[in-house]
């Protein structure tokens, strides 16, 4: 039984790898769209601080995931910059 459970977990663990690298996420990345997942739309001043990141790396990441289709940015409602 623990042979089955095993297996699963390495064959599960090569699925993962290759989708990660089919996105083209590195760690920094998936972690920030973890965050995504777990607090819903935030600003990048959330997000920065979640990672423990600059400003400068957040957009960095930011424009990755939105260049990748996986993110996308919105106006936060009353905010006249853009």
């Known amino acids: 039984m623990l042979d089955r459970v095993l297996e699963l977990v390495v064959l599960l663990n090569d699925d993962m790898t290759q989708a990660i690298e089919a996105l083209d ?41 939105v260049g990748g289709g996986l993110v996308s940015r919105t106006r936060p409602t009353g905010e006249r910059r853009w």
């Open 25 to 65: 996420l590195t760690p920094s990345r998936l972690h920030l769209l973890w965050e995504l997942g777990q607090r819903g739309p935030v600003t990048q001043r959330v997000l920065g601080e979640a990672l423990k990141v600059t400003p400068r790396a957040i957009t960095g990441l930011v424009d990755a995931l």
